[in-house]
């Protein structure tokens, strides 16, 4: 069975401050490994993936994110924090090779102050 | 490419009615489409898996014949809700798998309030 952790529910930083998001995750096997972001009554929008290769996996608006197996850890992180990054985020795997259902975390809300 | 849409938006209704939700992969064919539902500040829990032309498999404690699932097409499942509730009033969001990748694209979401 798998499952994800998100350490820390509320993460509160400053415009122009690293973001730094937490996520352990647990499997038998590394999984894929995905973060999520979604805006206040909308849909989740997939930010970055790993899968295989490159362990530092880069996405859209900035963030990226590094696995790193021997922390079981996929943690998501942003140099710069900017005013319309605050939502909520959220970290899920999949079982490797895909087509299956993702196990998400409890998300971790990000509030970005000026 | 790779937009999922859902419908409607938002629905109010009575206790004791049906709605029912639609997804619709809109750009690409889903041979799987998975129905979730999220409390407010909570995570999402997958309800069921969807695939095109035969039963949808549920998760443990999802009740099938309260939560009916039909995906009639590559590009499109509903998700009906019977006999609603007031503690089914939740977010419900669907995603669509392509065919040929193990991608997840999700909907907009649905908002349901029971009265």
């Known amino acids: 069975a798998q499952s994800v952790t998100q350490l820390g529910s509320h993460v509160s930083v400053s415009e122009g401050a690293l973001v730094l998001l937490r996520c352990n995750y647990s499997?038998?096997?590394?999984?894929?490994l995905f973060w999520y972001v979604q805006y206040p009554n909308q849909g989740l929008q997939l930010l970055l993936k790993?899968?295989?290769?490159?362990?530092l996996v880069k996405g859209i608006n900035g963030f990226e994110a590094e696995f790193k197996k021997s922390e079981t850890s996929f943690h998501l992180t942003k140099p710069s924090a900017h005013m319309s990054d605050a939502a909520e985020y959220f970290c899920?795997?999949?079982?490797?090779?895909?087509?299956?259902?993702?196990?998400f975390g409890t998300g971790t809300q990000l509030k970005v102050e000026l | 490419g790779a937009v999922v849409s859902q419908h409607p938006s938002r629905v109010i209704c009575k206790s004791g009615t049906s709605v029912k939700i639609e997804c619709r992969s809109l750009?690409?064919?889903?041979?799987?489409m998975f129905w979730y539902r999220q409390f407010p500040k909570k995570s999402l829990m997958l309800m069921a898996t969807?695939?095109?032309?035969?039963?949808?498999?549920?998760e443990q404690g999802v009740e099938k014949d309260k939560f009916l699932i039909n995906h009639a097409s590559l590009t499109l499942s509903t998700l009906t809700v019977t006999s609603a509730h007031p503690e089914d009033s939740s977010f419900y969001i669907c995603?669509?798998?392509?065919?040929?990748?193990?991608?997840?694209?999700f909907g907009p979401g649905t908002r349901l309030t029971v009265l």
């Open positions: 750009d690409f064919q889903a041979t799987t």
């Open positions: 499997s038998s096997v590394p999984p894929y």
């Open positions: 995603s669509a798998e392509r065919t040929s990748g193990n991608e997840q694209f």
């Open positions: 790993y899968t295989t290769g490159a362990t």
């Open positions: 969807s695939n095109e032309g035969s039963k949808a498999t549920y």
């Open positions: 899920a795997v999949s079982p490797t090779g895909g087509g299956n259902k993702l196990t």
